[in-house]
């Protein structure tokens, strides 16, 4: 990997992170009584679908880092 490649993914995976911790964070932002009516049901569908969508990214790292040879592979040395 160049070391413009490593820059490109700095500079976007810095940009998208901060995005989604602003996105849930507004997500928390939800939970005052006050100003909106939920249920129990809504609160779990909401964290579901996160962890869900965050385990399915992970995953996407976890596989590619086994197609780069970096995962635990076959030696017999």
Known sequence: ????????????????????????????????????DYTEADVQKIFRALHDEVSAAKKKFETAQKRNGKGAGFTLE
Do not use: H, P, W
């Open 1 to 36: 990997m160049s070391a413009t490649d490593r820059e490109k993914f700095v500079r976007l995976a810095t940009k998208r992170v901060s995005n989604a911790l602003k996105a849930i964070q507004l997500i928390g932002n939800l939970s005052n009584r006050s100003n909106y």
